[in-house]
């Protein structure tokens, strides 16, 4: 089946850095990537849909010079964190979706988990 | 808005208990409504979808049905196992975008 990696699974930094998280589709081509945030005991929240060759779409409320996407190629989108503060940290899930697929079909990542202090 | 909402959990059973998880939305077209699954370590998988009322979605022995008159999409299944403990979400999108919004997740775990 069709298979999405993240990287990397976990990370901690300190505040007023910068970190990126990888998402990858390993095994088929994903002209659309969906970047989600999760935290505890709460839904996942769509941050921002990214297609490839274009900039990313972002969802009300998210900060676009705050969370930087780049979907570069069919394979790979990255999300960084920029200047992270402690209130960034969270999980980060993204998703993607087969170019050959139907509309309905999200493959997603194991998620990132990042800690900021 | 549009939204969803799930029961809390966690949700305890023993093997072969009969398991319900209550999803209900709210949502301003006619959505499509799907529930994924969540096993430890791994990414969200999808479980079962259904595009229009009275649809009904199953696969791996779990069902759900889209009630439109209760706007509601509960996921049953008959007799779980250990290997059903995970995190389930339901979830909905309208029309043909991309856009999947999410309940909270109900965590079950089933005991031997």
């Known amino acids: 089946g069709a298979v999405v990696s993240q990287h990397p699974s976990w990370v901690i930094c300190k505040s007023g850095t910068s970190v990126k998280i990888e998402c990858r589709s390993l095994?088929?081509?994903?002209?659309?990537m969906f970047w989600y945030r999760q935290f505890p005991k709460q839904s996942l929240m769509l941050m921002a849909t990214s297609n490839e060759g274009s900039k990313a779409t972002y969802e009300q409320g998210v900060e676009k010079d705050k969370f930087l996407i780049n979907h570069a190629s069919l394979t790979l989108s990255t999300l960084t964190v920029t200047s992270a503060h402690p209130e960034d940290s969270s999980f980060y899930i993204c998703s993607a979706r087969d170019a050959s697929g139907s509309t309905d079909t999200q493959y997603f990542g194991p998620g990132t988990r990042l800690t900021v202090l | 808005g549009d939204s969803v909402t799930q029961m809390e959990g966690p949700v305890t059973l023993s093997e072969e208990a009969f398991l319900t998880i209550n999803c209900t939305y709210t949502a301003t077209g006619y959505p499509s409504l799907f529930w994924y699954v969540q096993y430890p370590g791994e990414g969200l998988q999808l479980l079962l979808k259904?595009?229009?009322?009275?649809d009904k979605g199953s696969n791996k022995g779990f069902e759900a049905t889209y009630r439109k008159e209760t706007t509601s999409f509960h996921l049953e299944k008959g007799s779980v196992q250990v290997s059903d403990s995970a995190v389930y979400f339901c979830a909905l999108k309208l029309g043909n975008t991309d856009k999947l919004i999410f309940g909270t997740g109900t965590r079950l775990q089933v005991f031997p």
């Open positions: 259904a595009t229009k009322a009275d």
């Open positions: 095994d088929f081509q994903a002209t659309t």
